[in-house]
């Protein structure tokens, strides 16, 4: 089966095909061809086109949707949170009468089991996002956010998954969360699996990253 793969740059939607080929290899089988499908080329072009109005963005949407459709794409797995904050895919999925998986549609799930979590996201819209998603589901949820753009920039520009945490201070953060009783610290970007092993050296609690249910919605019937 053929997915489109849409993220914010073409480093994140690179990401987003390495995350489906490494489902392919660990099932021993071709279980889904991803279909390379970025909305811009860098982080300084996503965040204009995330605050761009309602018609450019529909426009790109289109152009992208239609290519994929050419493209015989059955399912589309939009591996950006700022960007499936940024437009209403649940809406144009409807429109379209397409399978959209956005990792918003997850943190919903979320929400439901616990009652205090901490996340990490590329910015603040993207942050807003999350947070109202995870408290759709679960009023009286805590959840305590951050946005950062430098992540995102340092993990585009290859830097060193140690030298992040450290320059920018992320082991603070994570012990200000867990200092605040977070159960959990959700990434809340698709760049912060970039990351993952070194938060898990200095963070005791668990962390999220919602790829994986967001495949398996995808490639559910």
Known sequence: MKIAVIAGTQVDTRMGVDYVEHKNAEAGERLAEPVFLPV??????????QYSGYEDKRRRMDEIFDEAA???VKAYFVYC??????FDFDEYSKE??????????????????YRRIGFISANNLSAHNIEK???SQNEELYAIGSGNMAIVSAIEAGRAPSDIVRE???????????????E???????????????LEKICTIPI?????EMFAAVMAD
Do not use: W
């Open 168 to 182: 920018l201070g992320l082991d603070h953060m994570v012990q200000y969360m867990e200092a605040c009783g977070c």
């Open 40 to 49: 811009t080329d860098t982080c300084d072009d996503q965040i204009k086109f």
């Open 208 to 212: 999220i990253d919602p790829a994986d």
């Open 96 to 113: 379209r009468d397409v399978k959209i998986v956005t990792p918003l549609q997850i943190y919903r799930e979320l929400g439901k089991r």
């Open 133 to 135: 998603h995870l408290m």
């Open 81 to 86: 949170n700022s960007l499936s904050g940024a």
């Open 184 to 198: 959990a610290l959700l990434l809340g970007c698709t760049h912060f699996p970039y990351i993952k092993e070194e």
């Open 70 to 72: 050419r493209e015989g």
